[in-house]
């Protein structure tokens, strides 16, 4: 699998998702610096974890209009597969790739710590190393994690099955305890938990790798 990892100012996840996709596809992925449009035709696509431009104006807001994220959003029209990780979630949000926004926490703290999800169907759709009802732990760690949308798009998610993680204990807020989601095609994923974050047990955990060799065993099948 190729792959591409796109490098916002104030980025501090790009390295970590750069480990994480090379120790499951074998190769190390394409770092594409976010004012560049030119970008090598790969199969998946990462917008990192981290505070890109400092998260001023709105979380992802500024990083949105970057140049990559032109190409990003060609990508995705033609079924490349799109991975969103926290800032990168709140960025898909941003341009419109995902429905709703994320905004501050329900308790207007910063919170980080393992956090349990269920899997969704959509979840183990784009990451077949998972199953559906069962439960990973990926790290949290974000002041705007606060999944919110109108009445009408929470019950077009949840009707479409467009839900892909669930969290256990909701550390933020978030309608329906949404973790993750997924636009209607099911090749863009916006999760604000960290997978990256947990590829070895010296960090505490290895879920994070099951979902990467998954990410990298749909492209082989």
């Known amino acids: 699998m190729k792959s591409a990892v796109i490098v916002f100012p104030a ?5 970590d998702a750069a480990v994480a996709l090379e120790a499951a596809t074998g190769a190390a992925p394409a770092m594409v610096w976010h004012g560049d449009r030119d970008m090598p035709d790969v199969d998946l696509i990462v917008l990192p974890g981290g505070f890109s431009y400092g998260d001023y104006l709105r979380s992802g807001a500024m990083a949105a209009r970057s140049p990559a994220m032109e190409t990003v959003a060609e990508r995705a029209g033609k079924g490349v597969r799109i991975l969103g990780v926290c800032n990168g979630f709140q960025i898909l949000t941003e ?10 926490n329900a308790g207007l703290t910063f ?9 969704e169907p959509a979840g183990a ?3 077949p190393s998972l199953t559906a009802g069962d439960y990973v732990t990926f790290p949290v760690a974000h002041h705007d994690g606060n999944y919110v949308a109108d009445e009408e ?3 077009r998610l949840e009707g479409t099955g467009q839900v892909a993680f669930r969290y256990v204990a909701n550390p933020n807020g978030s309608a329906n305890d949404i973790a993750g989601i997924v636009n ?11 997978p990256e974050r947990a590829i070895a047990e010296v960090l505490g955990g290895v879920d994070g790798r099951a979902f990467f060799d998954g990410l990298a065993a749909a492209r082989a099948a």
Not at 11 to 15: E, G, P, Q
């Open 11 to 15: 980025s501090n996840c790009d390295r």
């Open 95 to 104: 341009t419109g790739l995902l429905p709703g926004a994320l905004l501050r």
């Open 111 to 119: 919170v980080c710590g393992p956090a349990a999800m269920r899997v």
């Open 125 to 127: 759709a784009f990451s």
């Open 153 to 155: 798009t929470l019950k």
């Open 184 to 194: 209607a095609a099911g090749n863009v994923l916006g999760l604000m938990p960290h």
